[in-house]
């Protein structure tokens, strides 16, 4: 349940006072998600979606989301497209919280992805990178390698209750990543989004529609955005293991190069690049897991999922163990 803010009927009313929107039809919290406040708003003028930024939002980085949805949606890229109100200023504040109104993006989220749908992940994320080469904003990568030390520090414990001798194999993938330097090597740089996970894409049908939930994206080598989209989009729940299907990752790849094909560094990164972003959500999902009360509004995500892909991408030498 994403609804941490309620907003009462009298805060809507002055608030869309400030637009062009036209009396509000219907107004519903939206239980999907997990980090902010969402709400269906649909207006006489059509629908969007209504977010307030709650706690772990940093508001500082407010303009750096707002203006990077402003630049792809200039350049016709599906995705929420921030409304101003009639001062010019899309960001705002409602009940307290540093507010949003963007478009309704049509599509629904594939539960169980198919090989089709990665290739058009592939290819969709792609389009978003060269959309956003020309994007003048910077913001660093916060959960980056340099944070994972932070993450992991004291969470041995929660590890081992977890899977036995989890800790151990967790130390061996920050220090094997921390020698393999990804940071230093020469690859592409550009904004990446960072989270696009199969919730936060769109489908109509097959067709990929278009990307939500832009609230991870930073500057980062373009090829890490490809290995999250390799551990979210195409390992698969194989009852007592996890698995990874290489239709789906080698169509994820194929996709993505049928846009921007990969330098021969990004390939040979591939690997490290895999490793360390399933070692990034195991971290925060492991913190999650072991900060969230019980009862919480919201249920934290399974670590374990990412500990299974962590255990594959050990033993991935070169890009060919993707499919690529
Ligand atoms: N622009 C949009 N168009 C259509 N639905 C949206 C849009 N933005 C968010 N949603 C809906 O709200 C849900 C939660 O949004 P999301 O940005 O993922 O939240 P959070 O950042 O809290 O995880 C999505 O799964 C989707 O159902
Ligand atoms: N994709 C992350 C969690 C972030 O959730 P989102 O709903 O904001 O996409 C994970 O799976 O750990």
Redesign the pocket.
């Known amino acids: 349940m994403?609804v941490y803010t309620q907003v009462s009927d009298e805060a809507l009313a002055a608030f869309l006072t400030e637009y062009d929107l036209g009396a509000p039809l219907s107004f519903k919290g939206?239980a999907?998600?997990?980090?902010?406040s969402?709400y269906y708003l649909e207006t006489e003028k059509g629908r969007y979606?209504l977010?307030l930024f709650e706690k772990r939002v940093n508001a500082d980085d407010l303009p750096y989301f707002v203006g990077l949805k402003q630049h792809l949606a200039a350049k016709g890229y599906p995705c929420?497209s921030p409304i101003a109100a009639r001062d010019g200023k899309a960001l705002r504040t409602l009940e307290g919280r540093p507010a949003l109104v963007?478009?309704?993006?049509e599509g629904l989220?594939p539960r169980k992805p198919n090989v089709t749908q990665c290739r058009q992940l592939g290819a969709g994320m792609a389009r978003m990178h060269m959309a956003l080469a020309d994007f003048g904003m910077e913001r660093a990568n916060s959960l980056g390698p340099a944070s994972w030390p932070r993450l992991w520090a004291g969470r041995e414990a929660d590890a081992d209750a977890l899977q036995p001798s989890l800790a151990d194999a967790i130390a061996g993938d920050l220090a094997a990543i921390a020698a393999a330097k990804p940071h230093a090597l020469d690859l592409p740089r550009g904004t990446i989004h960072a989270d696009l996970f199969p919730?936060?894409a769109f489908f109509l049908g097959d067709t990929f529609s278009g990307a939500?939930?832009f609230?991870f994206a930073c500057t980062d080598a373009l090829a890490y955005d490809l290995a999250i989209c390799l551990n979210a989009w195409a390992f698969e729940d194989g009852g007592a293991s996890l698995d990874y299907n290489f239709s789906k990752g080698a169509a994820l790849i194929a996709g993505y190069e049928s846009v921007r094909p990969l330098e021969a560094a990004e390939r040979a990164a591939l690997p490290v690049l895999c490793r360390g972003a399933a070692l990034r959500f195991f971290l925060t999902r492991l913190v999650d897991w072991s900060s969230t009360p019980e009862g919480a509004l919201v249920k934290p995500k399974n670590p374990l999922e990412y500990a299974g892909r962590l255990a594959f991408h050990r033993k991935v030498e070169t890009a060919e163990g993707y499919g690529a």
């Open positions: 994403a939206i999907e998600g997990v980090e902010n969402n979606i977010t929420p963007v478009t309704f993006l989220s919730d936060n939500i939930d609230y």
